[in-house]
T-cell receptor, first 109, second 113 residues
Framework: RKEVEQDPGPFNVPEGATVAFNCTYSNSASQSFFWYRQDCRKEPKLLMS???SGNEDGRFTAQLNRASQYISLLIRDSKLSDSATYLC??????????FGTGTSLTVIP | GAGVSQTPSNKVTEKGKYVELRCDPISGHTALYWYRQSLGQGPEFLIY????????DSGLPNDRFFAVRPEGSVSTLKIQRTERGDSAVYLC???????????FGPGTRLTVL
């Protein structure tokens, strides 16, 4: 079983739509969680960290549910520039970062 | 300031050859990570350095892979007797602390013919 599992998509949504991604992690000892964004043939870049209380950054909201071991990302008012692959990450105290396979998003004009 | 840099950006080699991939982390970052990313997959952890020492090399797939960071800054990933299955993008990342934000370099695309 993979440490982090994500629906690979693709998600194709119109501009202005709200889209949500979920991922699950298998190690209950995971301590830190992140969402990274990766554009085609580029390196991953941190989108946001995910905190237990949930956190928001503009149009992006991240949630963590430790009991169910899942992490979510909500994107409101989608823009064309949001088109990318979104990678879910769970890290344990031993510094190992586990990435999901990524969820592909295309925002359509 | 300067981000993480990696060289070369692309490397094409023949099966059985030896290759070295270089990573120059963000100045002052003590933690350095190597990942491998195949098409359609997320980055796969290979090795983690804290300072000069390899704190965790459990992700290295076999003994053909080795990495060093002799002065606690630049790191080199070394692959011996390359195989076609080694073809992937090799990503390096650095961070200030073990579980802090990781900043990735642009990667080295390795192709083994």
């Amino acid at each position: 079983r993979k440490e982090v599992e994500q629906d690979p998509g693709p998600f194709n949504v119109p501009e202005g739509a709200t889209v949500a991604f979920n991922c699950t992690y298998s190690n209950s000892a995971s301590q830190s969680f992140f969402w990274y964004r990766q554009d085609c043939r580029k390196e991953p870049k941190l989108l946001m960290s995910v905190y237990s209380s949930g956190n928001e950054d503009g149009r992006f909201t991240a949630q963590l549910n430790r009991a169910s071991q899942y992490i979510s990302l909500l994107i409101r008012d989608s823009k064309l520039s949001d088109s990318a692959t979104y990678l879910c990450v769970a890290a344990n105290t031993g510094n190992q970062f586990y990435f999901g396979t990524g969820t592909s998003l295309t925002v359509i004009p | 300031g300067a981000g993480v840099s990696q060289t070369p950006s692309n490397k094409v080699t023949e099966k059985g050859k030896y290759v070295e991939l270089r990573c120059d982390p963000i100045s002052g970052h003590t933690a350095l990570y190597w990942y491998r990313q195949s098409l359609g997959q997320g980055p796969e952890f290979l090795i983690y350095f804290q300072g000069t020492g390899a704190a965790d090399d459990s992700g290295l797939p076999n003994d053909r892979f080795f990495a060093v960071r002799p002065e606690g800054s630049v790191s080199t990933l070394k692959i011996q007797r390359t195989e076609r299955g080694d073809s992937a993008v090799y990503l390096c990342a650095s961070s200030n602390q073990r579980t802090d934000t990781q900043y990735f370099g642009p990667g080295t695309r390795l192709t083994v013919l």
